[in-house]
């Protein structure tokens, strides 16, 4: 349960409400409240509407997303290659 969002909603006074406010349905926010997360996207809004942080709406922390994608990006090969990579190759071997 995200507890920011959960506060969110009761500033509201109803669901339909806040879904009219953030223009989306009310599915999708039962749908945010069932997966414990608010669309990044829809974050910033919530937070303006609210004064919930978006860092807690979202359910994530984007620094730490961010700073594990940098560090997955560092250990993959490189894809693809050049034709003097091939000679590099052919010359070591």
């Given at each position: 349960?995200?507890?920011?969002?959960?506060?969110?909603?009761?500033?509201?006074?109803?669901?339909?409400?806040?879904?009219?406010?953030?223009?989306?349905?009310?599915?999708?926010?039962?749908?945010?409240?069932?997966?414990?997360?608010?669309?990044a996207?829809?974050?910033?809004?919530?937070?303006?509407?609210?004064g919930?942080?978006?860092?807690?709406?979202?359910?994530?922390?984007?620094?730490?997303?961010?700073?594990?994608?940098?560090?997955?990006?560092?250990?993959?090969?490189?894809?693809?290659?050049?034709?003097?990579?091939?000679?590099?190759?052919?010359?070591?071997?």
């Amino acid at each position: 349960m995200n507890q920011a969002l959960e506060r969110a909603v009761k500033k509201f006074s109803s669901i339909a409400d806040m879904a009219r406010q953030m223009d989306v349905t009310y599915q999708a926010i039962q749908d945010w409240r069932k997966r414990g997360r608010v669309p990044a996207d829809r974050c910033i809004r919530l937070a303006e509407l609210t004064g919930e942080s978006r860092e807690e709406l979202v359910g994530w922390p984007p620094s730490n997303i961010t700073e594990q994608a940098k560090a997955s990006d560092d250990v993959q090969p490189p894809v693809g290659g050049t034709s003097s990579d091939d000679k590099l190759a052919k010359m070591v071997a």
